[in-house]
């Protein structure tokens, strides 16, 4: 049996790094763990490969029961185009020491063609490097391909009953583009196999390479000696500019000269690290707060962006809103009310949250978002579903006012904060006591994937405790606010 020392994933890892390449082979478990939510974007990957087998039915497939047997499914795929057989879902080939599968292999008028399935809405580079790698390999096999398929979500269908997916599918051949790449993989190919026969470390700097295409899972052991409050911590500059201080051999905050060009967002930010204090600028946290007009509402939302759009009149990776909390002051030293709306799953919650916002936030009074863009982007969205709530949905967004600007300005800002001003950021520094640890939710994304799994759960006890974790997360986002700013009014 064939075997192999390069899969498609691990010669794309060479690609981005070699050393990221020797680590993954030679120290798996030194791998920064895996997010909750990179593994919803995996899994994603999988489920829409899985769908897409449907645009060619009654295939064969050879998955193999787990990724050691991945020889087995080679040898399967041979004996099945040895036998005729027209569709083949993640033919698997091994050329070269390289192992590939791909999503579907079709032969069609007597034309055979490979599909490559990606769950995102555009082609990028390394989508490209990706196929032309199966190309080569899949060639050098001994098949030769008429075709190569690159297929991925089409995010202007918009879904009427049930799915299509030759809509909800764009398929483009890349072939000519890809063969192109032959020279580039098999010098790249020939790279990657001595670093893993060498068995020494590459040596390998940081650098933006450790972010591009894909943030490296080995940052947590190369990054180590980085120290706190080094220019990686400052916000508002990309990693080119970063990288640039790093290779001048600035590595700290306070050891950026005085006589570089820098913006006053970064001024304060090294001010506020080189005296270890917080900066706080009084007229505009003044100017900021009086601008404010109670009663207010403090509001945040949560949706939910399925690849594959799930409710008629969406399209893929639409943001779905499904979730918000308000919290509500008729004064600043007035009563806090609280008030929720949480979507029942599996029925589209557009509407009803519409309905329910509109209804909750009647009253006049400012109404005070952390980042206003996406709540902005969500009560437009409402306005074009719902034309007959259009007027009354402007009419509330007519009065957002956005609590992060004070610190999107470094109007406040506190060492700690680490160039961010992210609510996650800015509430430990102003408010240590409430915390987003002991919640299960403690993030967006997470909430966002937690309902997305809600939709095909059935156990009731589970429903029952997702629910009061999604509760329990966006009512602290809106409690946050709400401390934030008697904090800043106090300062007065
Ligand atoms: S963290 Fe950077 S230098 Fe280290 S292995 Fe990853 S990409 Fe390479």
New binding site residues.
Partial sequence: MANYLLTKSSFLRGV??Q??LY?YKNFYTQRDPVSLFQQSIFNRGTNIGILARQLYPGGVDVTPASVFKYEESALLTQKLLGEGHEIIYEATFIFDEILVAVDLLVKAQGKCMALEVKSSASISDTYMMDAALQNYVIKGSGLELDDFLLVYVNREYIKHGELDLNKLFIKTSVKKIIEKKTAYIIEQVKVSKSTLKDKIIPE????E??YVPYP?D??G???KNIPPDSIFDIGGINKKKQFELYNQGIMMIKDIPDTMNLSDSIKIQAEAINNNKVIIDMKAITDFIHSLHYPLYFLDFESFMPAVPIYDGTHPYEHIPFQYSLHYKSAPDGKLIHKEFLAEAGLDPRRTFAERLLKDTKEPGDILVYNKDFEKKIMNDLSQDFPEYRDELKQRISRIRDLAVPFAKKQYYAPSMKGSYSLKAVLPALIPDLKYDELTIKEGGMASNTFEALQTETDLFKIADTRDALLAYCKTDTLAMVRILELLESLL
């Fill in positions: 981005q790094c050393k990221s680590l390998k700097n940081i650098g390479h450790c490296c080995f940052i052991t190369c990054w």
